[in-house]
């Protein structure tokens, strides 16, 4: 109570919950008790009675949609495998050994088990969770070669995120190396439910792939005191919808008709949860999606080269494809319509360095588009990337606010943030676009003790225990007329840069002078958008615009030897109509393509280049 009250006191206009654990003694109150529960709606009345604005994190910890009732089941999910060289002419009796679980502990993130619990459930936990997709037999690599593998496959297989546009591997594998299709041969009939495999095996060396999927083991952090869990599979609106069922639907319940007035929004941060490239039926969806059976080329995602190079990654660009896809649908898009049935909105930023989607089509699900920046951190590059994001989704999906963490602070210098120097960094991002400033932190003080209860050494202190907090407020007033001003109207900008179709694509490459826009000058106001909507460009008077009246003077295509027909076909469209488009040729339709798709493509690259 006494912290809303010293919020409303000094002219803030809300706040948002965040349960987290950072460096904080362990407290009386548990995450999720009933005690809990209650003093969450302790906390809407006080908002509705101070008449402030209130948002609630989406679960415990910054990152990301977890708790301790998610099930294995319905938990992320990435694929695994053993694997195991014999020699054929023989009958093969093997027990062939399931993939270690969580193997993220060493792999990932840190690469240091100790280190990683912060991020991942106990291994002891998940052991048995392993589902079998296949077993194969491939050709073994010839003794005394290393494994040829593409560059980044780990990267084209989903296992970590690509930083940018993808370019095509110009090495050629060695033909010792290259899989024939009609070579990879599916034994899974001649393995028991035991694991052990009874295979009478052809001449020759052969590598035995147990094949399946089981989850990441990734839960939630920092969270609260018993609020860690497994994160819920990214990929499934059955799972978003358990969540919300166990969680936030109670959240909906206490705010009761005060949800869209005091209670307003639930906010996602940005996505920290690691790779997810499988979920349950994913083979059968990859079917529907692309008209081809991944199974029967299943070991294309162990790192080996299919056919030939380009053939292998067109595959994997589709795969990756359709987990984006689901990802965007099924769980940044639900999250939004189940807000929407709630009455409130859905804020998130739609971005991070890691996982398997396209921000750019992430942000295009999010009723308020939010990115964040740091107070006296040293490069600060990708955050310009992530608030043009923010700003370019609200600019081209009709969204009038760009929500942000403003000033969070960093470690080396947490207790140094004042108005007085950080002002300029403020107005420096009201310039990228974003109009709404979430401070980021106000340190809770149930104990009348300063410092508060902070987020360990993270975060600038916005609060009423700095000793220049009683001359903030001209500040605020300024910070607010500006905000109130940028939310108006509509935008006109110069530039829509088109940000392509590459999946996953991280947005904190892109912006002016980096990957996109190296000679615009800074004159001239741009924003970028995705695929939907380049879909529902139309062309007036010369002018770009989108369905919510925003407009731009050029178009300008993504710096990618990739796009594919239906996108050639707007880009046409958009030119017969007297658009101004700038871009280069590019070499190829995306994905695995027939002979008839590329002479397709081969004609309309000609006509428009």
């Known amino acids: 109570t006494r912290d809303l009250e010293e919020m409303k006191r ?22 999720g008790s ?14 509705e009675r101070l008449g402030l604005a209130m948002e609630m994190f989406n679960g415990a910890g910054w990152s990301a949609t977890a708790a301790p009732f998610v099930t294995a089941d319905k938990a992320m999910q990435e694929v695994a495998w053993t694997e195991v060289t014999v020699s054929g002419a023989r009958k093969v009796e093997l027990q062939l050994a399931e993939p270690k679980a969580v193997l993220g502990l060493e792999r990932d993130m840190k690469r240091d088990a100790k280190i990683n619990q912060r991020y991942y459930m106990p291994r002891e936990g998940l052991k048995g969770q392993f589902q079998d997709l296949a077993v194969y037999a491939v050709p073994a690599i010839p003794k005394g070669q290393k494994p040829w593998r593409l560059k980044n496959w780990r990267e084209q297989a989903g296992f970590d995120k690509l930083k940018g546009h993808m370019h095509p591997e110009h090495r050629k594998a060695p033909k010792s190396q290259l899989l024939r299709q009609d070579q990879i041969l599916d034994i899974s009939e001649y393995m028991n439910a035991n694991g052990l495999l009874e295979w009478k095996a052809p001449a020759g060396e052969w590598t035995i792939l147990r094949m399946g999927y089981q989850p990441t083991g990734r839960s939630n952090h920092p969270a609260s005191h018993g609020g860690k869990g497994l994160e819920i599979d990214k990929m499934s609106a059955e799972a978003m919808d358990f969540y919300w069922q166990h969680f936030l639907d109670r959240v909906v319940g206490i705010a009761g008709d005060r949800a869209g007035t005091v209670f307003q929004n639930i906010l996602i941060d940005s996505y920290e949860a690691g790779h997810q490239n499988w979920t349950a039926g994913l083979d059968q969806k990859f079917v529907a999606m692309h008209g081809y059976d991944l199974k029967e080329i299943l070991p294309i995602l162990t790192g080996r080269v299919v056919g030939n190079v380009d053939f292998t990654e067109r595959v994997l660009w589709d795969y990756r494809k359709l987990i984006n896809d689901l990802i965007v649908e099924n769980y940044y898009g639900r999250m939004a319509e189940l807000c929407a049935d709630a009455g409130v909105k859905f804020a998130a930023e739609p971005y991070g360095r890691y996982g398997n989607a396209n921000d750019y089509d992430a942000a295009g699900k999010v009723d308020i588009p939010t990115c964040e920046w740091w107070a006296y951190a040293g490069n600060q590059k990708e955050r310009i990337g992530e608030a043009k994001l923010a700003a370019s989704a609200a600019h081209t999906y009709g969204r009038k606010v760009v929500s942000s963490e403003a000033f969070t602070g960093t ?35 149930p104990y009348e003790q300063a410092p508060g ?11 009423s225990r700095n000793t220049w907090w009683p001359y903030v407020g001209a500040w605020l007033e300024y910070l607010t007329r500006n905000q109130y001003m940028l939310q108006q109207g509509e935008f006109v900008g110069d530039v829509l840069c088109y940000a392509g ?9 892109l912006y002016r002078g980096a990957e996109i826009l190296k000679d615009l000058p800074y004159s001239y106001d741009y ?34 030897p990739w796009m594919s027909l239906a996108v050639l076909n707007k880009v046409e469209q958009l030119l017969q109509a007297g658009a101004l488009i700038s871009g280069a040729k590019p070499s190829s339709a995306p994905g695995k393509i027939d002979a008839a798709e590329r002479e397709e493509f081969d004609a309309l690259t000609q006509r428009i280049w």
């Open 10 to 31: 000094s002219g803030l206009g809300g706040f948002g919950l965040w349960n987290t654990h950072e460096g904080i003694p362990k407290g009386p109150v548990k995450y």
């Open 34 to 47: 009933l005690e809990w529960w209650n003093l969450v709606e302790h906390t809407m009345d006080e908002a």
């Open 411 to 445: 470690p080396q210098r947490i207790f140094e943030s004042h108005p007085g120097g950080i002002k300029g960094q403020g107005d420096y991002f009201m310039a990228q676009g974003v109009n709404k400033f979430c401070f980021h932190t106000w340190a809770h003080d």
């Open 453 to 463: 209860l902070g987020l360990g050494t993270y975060g600038s202190r916005f609060d």
């Open 501 to 509: 179709e590459d999946a996953p694509l991280k947005s904190g490459y």
């Open 527 to 560: 924003a970028i958008c995705n695929t939907e909507i380049l879909m529902q460009l139309r062309v007036e008077d010369g002018k770009l615009m989108t369905e919510n009246g925003s407009s731009f003077r050029v178009l300008q295509l993504p710096e990618s």
